[in-house]
């Protein structure tokens, strides 16, 4: 069964500060999909971030990067220079080949930035 | 602009009623879906619609019915039975039913029972 774990409930950091969320997944599919969300006061889930499980390949955009390594069933995101906007949950989430139409999110991890 | 329209943001019922949460998308998206979302707990799915006419229960579809008369719309209704009703509902939708497809998610639904 899939499974994915944030562990990291809530972390608060100074703005400018470099800020790691840990995600760790579980899955019995060779192919798979792995995704970021941001959740801000409003509500809405925005998309971040896609990664196939044949491409490990670290990502950066801006001030964020996506760390992925199978060996260790992780894909951590990582803020540098963090702000007060990126305050947010941060949703972790897996897509299985298997099974088309679930994606699993894990519980998420309430980012708070101050000043 | 294209998007996903849930409404109303807040609703208020008492226990013992049924209540319908809207959701519309106007992404010409073929997928949608419910997800509840309590506090600590994550995204949990409820139901979800790859067509028309067509709807598979998620991880805790008791207690809430849907339906998918049109692609546009794709409505909830907690019913009566559900437990635990009151929590902050999400709609979502995406291209096809691609595994490798993101989410588009509405801005939600806070419901409260009392």
């Known amino acids: 069964a899939q499974k994915v774990t944030q562990a990291q409930t809530e972390i608060s950091v100074v703005e400018k500060e470099d800020v790691t969320l840990d995600c760790v997944y579980e899955?019995?599919?060779?192919?798979?999909?792995l995704f970021w969300y941001k959740q801000p006061p409003s509500g809405e889930l925005v998309f971040l971030i896609r990664?196939?499980?044949?491409?490990?390949q670290n990502e950066i955009s801006g001030r964020y990067s996506w760390n992925f390594q199978k060996s260790t069933s992780s894909f951590n995101f990582t803020i540098t220079a963090s702000q007060v906007v990126d305050s947010a949950v941060y949703f972790c989430a897996l897509s299985e080949a298997g099974t088309a139409s679930k994606l699993t999110f894990g519980t998420g991890t309430r980012l708070q930035v101050t000043l | 602009d294209g998007g996903i329209t849930q409404s109303p943001k807040y609703l208020f019922r008492k226990e013992g009623q049924n209540v319908t949460l809207s959701c519309e998308q106007n992404l010409n998206h073929d997928a949608m879906y419910w997800y509840r979302q309590d506090p600590g707990q994550g995204l949990r799915l409820i139901y979800y619609s790859q067509i028309v006419n067509d709807f598979q229960k998620g991880d805790i579809a008791e207690g809430y019915s849907v339906s998918r008369e049109k692609k546009e719309s794709f409505p909830l209704t907690v019913t009566s039975a559900q437990k635990n009703p009151t929590a902050f509902y999400l709609c979502?939708?995406?291209?096809?039913?691609?595994?490798?497809?993101?989410?588009?998610f509405g801005n939600g639904t806070r419901l409260t029972v009392t």
């Open positions: 899955t019995r599919d060779t192919t798979y999909y």
């Open positions: 990664r196939n499980s044949f491409d490990e």
């Open positions: 979502a939708s995406r291209q096809g039913d691609n595994y490798n497809s993101p989410l588009h």
